[in-house]
C-alpha cells in the first residue's frame, strides 16, 4: 500500500515494528516502531516517557520525509531510557 | 476431435473498434477474426465449436447479463475447453478474460485458458480469484505478440484437454496464482529444513518450497524541503476506527478504506475508539489508541512548530490491514494516494502493525 503512495509522488515514511519485513517489501524510508501491538510507543514506560517516545518517532518520522534515499532506509528513533 | 469455445472482445472478433464497444454477448458459429489464428494453431487435433464475443464496455456495464448469455453459450457447445484474448495490456479486456473464465470454471468445471501482459490489471483479479481450473499465460505488450501467444494459448489448451498433469506455475510459464498443492516427498520435512539451512549458511543455492510474493520496486519519492510547510497525512493498517467500528471493518481481509476525522481533535482518548484487527493483541491499542495513530506527538509537534499551523490533514486514513490480498492493498492504496492527492497532501506518516 505504502508503494503505491510513492509511485504516485508522495513519500511515505512507515512506521512499523516489522523493519526487515519492510525492507524485505522494499518500502525506502522506514521508520523503527517498538513493537507490532504498539509501533508508536511503548506500555511499559510511564506516560510521559511513552508520550515522549512517541514525539521522537514521529519526528524521526518528518526527518525520514525530508530525506533523501536511495533505495530502502531504516531510520531509528533516539530511544528513550528509564520507566 | 477435441471441441474448443474461443471468448474474444468485439475488436479480435472483427466487428469493430471503440466505437462498438457497447455490442452485447454475441456467437459466431466456427471461428471468427482472432479465433481463425487460434484454430490453425490448434492444427489436426482441435476445433473451434464457436465464437463468443463481447463488447469491451458492454461486459463491465452489464456484467449479470454477459455472463449469463456467455455460460449459456458455451453450455450449448459444450466444449472441452475455452479460450479467451489474448488481451496484451488492453485492461477492459484483460479484466473481462479472467472474468469470463473465472465464472466458466465455477459454474461449468471447464478448464480455461488466457493470456495478456503481466502488467495488465486482469492479472491482479486472476491472482486474487486464484481459481485452479483458469490458467492465464503471458505475452508481449501489444499485438506484435499475436503469433507467440496464438501458439502457446493453442498448446496449453490442447495440453488441458488431454487432462496432462499441469505442474507448477515457473516450469510450465502459466502466471503463478500462488496455489499451494501437496505433494508427497520421501523426506520429512525438518530434513529438507536442515538441508537448507546448512545449504544456505555455506553460501550455496537452495530452493525455498515457500517462495515468497514477489514485490516490485517503486522509486524513492522525492524528499520533501521544509517538512513543517508542507501538508502531510496519516495512514494506518492498526485498524484503529471510532469506538463501535461503524464502517463494520473485519478482523481480516478487508477490502475498502474510510478516513476519519481528527479535526479539533486534541487526543484520542480510550473507549471512543478501538482497534479492529485480527492479526496482533488489540489491548494495548485500546487503551491507548496513540499506538496506530500518534495524534497527541503530532499536536505537539504541531505546537513547538515542527508541522505547521494546519498542515495535518484533518482525517486519518484506514484499514485494518490483517491478511490483506496485495493486490486489493495495491489497489486501496491507489485510492487513497488519489485522495491524498485531490486535497494536496505532500508526505505521508504511515504506521503499519
Redesign the interface.
Known amino acids: 500500500m505504502s508503494k503505491e503512495l510513492e509511485k504516485a509522488g508522495l513519500p511515505v515514511a512507515l512506521i512499523s515494528a516489522m523493519f526487515p519485513v519492510a525492507q524485505q517489501v522494499r518500502a525506502n524510508r522506514i521508520v523503527k516502531g517498538v513493537s507490532i501491538p504498539h509501533p508508536c510507543g511503548d506500555p511499559s514506560l510511564s506516560k510521559e516517557l511513552d508520550a515522549r517516545l512517541r514525539r521522537e518517532i514521529v519526528r524521526t518520522a518528518l526527518k525520514a520525509l525530508e530525506s533523501e534515499v536511495k533505495g530502502p532506509t531504516l531510520f531509528s528513533p533516539p530511544v528513550a531510557t528509564g520507566g | 476431435m477435441t471441441k474448443i469455445v474461443h471468448v474474444v472482445n468485439q475488436f479480435f472478433a472483427g466487428l469493430g473498434g471503440e466505437e462498438k464497444v457497447g455490442l452485447p454477448v454475441g456467437v459466431i458459429e466456427g471461428c471468427a477474426g482472432a479465433a481463425r489464428a487460434l484454430e490453425i494453431k490448434l492444427g489436426a487435433e482441435a476445433k473451434i465449436a464457436c465464437t463468443i464475443y463481447v463488447g469491451d464496455n458492454y461486459f463491465h456495464e452489464h456484467k449479470d447479463e454477459a455472463i449469463k448469455a456467455i455460460l449459456d453459450a458455451v453450455r450449448a457447445a459444450m466444449p472441452a475447453i475455452v479460450v479467451a484474448g489474448p488481451a496484451f495490456n488492453s485492461g477492459r479486456y484483460g479484466m473481462s478474460c479472467v472474468e469470463i473464465c473465472n465464472a466458466i470454471a465455477k459454474a461449468l468445471e471447464i478448464p480455461c485458458v488466457t493470456a495478456m501482459h503481466e502488467e495488465n490489471p486482469g492479472v491482479g483479479v486472476y491472482r486474487e480469484i486464484a481459481n485452479a481450473r483458469v490458467y492465464c499465460l503471458p505475452t508481449a505488450e501489444g499485438t506484435s505478440g499475436m503469433n507467440d501467444a496464438m501458439t502457446r494459448l493453442a498448446k496449453f489448451a490442447i495440453r488441458l484437454a488431454r487432462r496432462e498433469e499441469i505442474g507448477p506455475a515457473l516450469k510450465e510459464g502459466y502466471i503463478g496464482r500462488g496455489i499451494r498443492r501437496i505433494e508427497k516427498t520421501e523426506r520429512r520435512g525438518v530434513d529438507r529444513a536442515i538441508d537448507m539451512l546448512l545449504k544456505k549458511m555455506k553460501g550455496e543455492p537452495f530452493e525455498s518450497e515457500v517462495p515468497?510474493e514477489v514485490?516490485?520496486?517503486?522509486?524513492?519519492?522525492?524528499?520533501?524541503?521544509?517538512?513543517?510547510d508542507?501538508n502531510?497525512a496519516v495512514?494506518t493498517?492498526?485498524g484503529v476506527v471510532p469506538w463501535g467500528n461503524p464502517d463494520k471493518f473485519k478482523t481480516y481481509r478487508n477490502t475498502y478504506w474510510r478516513k476519519y476525522n481528527i479535526a479539533e481533535v486534541k487526543e484520542l482518548e480510550p473507549g471512543k475508539w478501538e482497534a479492529v484487527h485480527g492479526g496482533?493483541?488489540?489491548?494495548?491499542?485500546n487503551?491507548?489508541p496513540?499506538?496506530?495513530?500518534?495524534l497527541?506527538?503530532?499536536r505537539?509537534?504541531e505546537a513547538e512548530g515542527?508541522?505547521g499551523a494546519g498542515k495535518l490533514y484533518p482525517a486519518y486514513y484506514v484499514?485494518p490491514?490483517n491478511q490483506?490480498s496485495p493486490a486489493v492493498?495495491?489497489r486501496?492504496?491507489?485510492e487513497?494516494?488519489?485522495d491524498?492527492?485531490k486535497d494536496n497532501?505532500?508526505?505521508?506518516?504511515?504506521?503499519?502493525?
Do not use: C
Open positions: 515468497m514485490w516490485d520496486d517503486a522509486a524513492p519519492a522525492a524528499p520533501l524541503a521544509q517538512v513543517k508542507r502531510i495512514v493498517t492498526s496482533y493483541n488489540v489491548a494495548y491499542m487503551q491507548n496513540h499506538y496506530g495513530v500518534p497527541d506527538a503530532l505537539a509537534l515542527a508541522i484499514i490491514g490483506g492493498m495495491r486501496m492504496g491507489q487513497i494516494a488519489a491524498l492527492k497532501v505532500e508526505g505521508v506518516l504511515f504506521v503499519a502493525t
